[in-house]
C-alpha cells in the first residue's frame, strides 16, 4: 500500500479485504504424512476436509489459500501503516450519492473496445495505446494497484465513447474515467477535447469524481510524479467522501449538503436566497 493514500482509503482497503476473506473458502496450506495437503476449516475454525495438493480438488484450493495469505499479507501491511491509531472496525463505507459508473458496469465493459485504428507504436504489455502518455499513465497506475479497463465501450446520452482509461475502486464498488489530453493548445485538438469534456457534464459527470483530467501542451510535459499525485488525489478524495465513522447520519445528495450542518436561521437565508 503506498504511503500517500490517506487513511479513509487504507480503511476501506482493509474493510474491502475483510469482505474477501469473509467469500474465501476457509483453506490453508499444510503437510500431513510426508505430503503437500491443503485443510479445509468450517466458519468455526473446526477443520473438516484434507486434500492433496497434488489432487485435482486440491489444486484449486491451493490457489485459494495463496489468496487468502496474500490478502492477509496485504491487510497487516496496511494496518501498520495507518495513522492515528485507527480502527478500521469503527468505520464502514457508504455512498452519498451513486456514481456515474458503478460495479454493476465494470463488469460488462470489455477492454479495448474502439475500434478506430491505432497508428503509433505504443504498448503497455499487450494493449496497443495511441500515445506515450497514455503508456505513461497506465504504467502508474499498475505502480498504483488500480484495476483499469483502456478504451472501454460507454454510452452516455445516447452517444458511444471509449474513455482512455476506466478506473475500478473495487472498496466502493466505483468506477471514475481518466483522459489524457496531452494535445492542449493546438485548435483541432482542443475542439475535439471540448466536445468530449462537454460530452461528460452534459450526462451528468462531476469533474473529480466521475473523471479526472490530465492535461498537456507543447509547453507542459506532464511528469510521472505530476500524474500520480493527480490520481492519488482523486482516490483520497472518494475515500474521504465515503468512508464514515459507523453510526454517523449519510447526508445524502438530495439532502442538500451545503446547508444541512448550518444553524437553522442561517440554512433558512441561504435557502431563501439560493432558492
Not at 492515528?84 to 456514481?99: R, S
Not at 472501454?152 to 471509449?162: C, D, M, T
Not at 471540448?194 to 511528469?223: A, K, Q, W
Request: with cysteine; proline share 4%.
Amino acid at each position: 500500500m503506498e504511503i500517500v493514500y490517506n487513511n479513509a482509503y487504507r480503511i476501506a482497503k482493509i474493510l474491502w479485504i475483510e469482505d474477501e476473506l469473509r467469500m474465501l473458502p476457509k483453506v490453508s496450506r499444510g503437510e500431513d504424512s510426508g505430503n503437500a495437503v491443503i485443510r479445509v476449516y468450517d466458519d468455526c475454525g473446526v477443520r473438516r476436509h484434507i486434500y492433496k495438493i497434488k489432487s485435482a480438488k486440491g489444486a484449486g484450493l491451493a490457489q485459494i489459500a495463496d489468496r487468502r495469505e496474500e490478502l492477509k499479507g496485504l491487510r497487516k501491511r496496511i494496518l501498520a501503516s495507518l495513522k492515528y491509531n485507527a480502527d478500521p472496525g469503527e468505520y464502514h463505507v457508504e455512498l452519498t450519492a451513486p456514481f456515474k459508473i458503478m460495479r454493476e458496469d465494470w463488469e460488462q465493459m470489455r477492454s479495448q473496445s474502439n475500434p478506430k485504428k491505432i497508428y503509433g507504436d505504443y504498448w503497455h504489455g499487450n494493449i496497443h495505446m495511441r500515445s506515450r502518455f497514455e503508456v505513461n499513465t497506465a504504467i502508474i497506475l499498475d505502480k498504483l494497484g488500480l484495476e483499469y479497463k483502456y478504451e472501454a465501450e460507454l454510452w452516455i446520452n445516447g452517444r458511444k465513447i471509449h474513455p482512455d482509461f476506466v478506473v475500478y475502486l473495487p472498496e466502493f464498488g466505483v468506477c471514475f474515467i481518466i483522459e489524457c489530453m496531452g494535445g492542449i493548445g493546438s485548435a483541432d485538438y482542443d475542439s475535439d477535447a471540448v466536445n468530449r469534456l462537454r460530452l461528460l457534464t452534459d450526462g451528468g459527470y462531476i469533474p473529480f469524481r466521475d473523471f479526472l483530467v490530465l492535461g498537456g501542451s507543447e509547453h507542459f510535459i506532464p511528469t510521472a510524479v505530476w500524474v500520480e499525485n493527480s490520481i492519488i488525489q482523486m482516490v483520497n478524495s472518494i475515500a474521504a467522501e465515503c468512508v464514515m465513522p459507523v453510526g454517523k447520519k449519510v447526508v445524502r445528495q438530495y439532502d442538500d449538503p451545503l446547508t444541512a450542518e448550518l444553524p437553522p436561521d442561517i440554512a433558512a437565508r441561504i435557502a431563501e436566497e439560493w432558492g
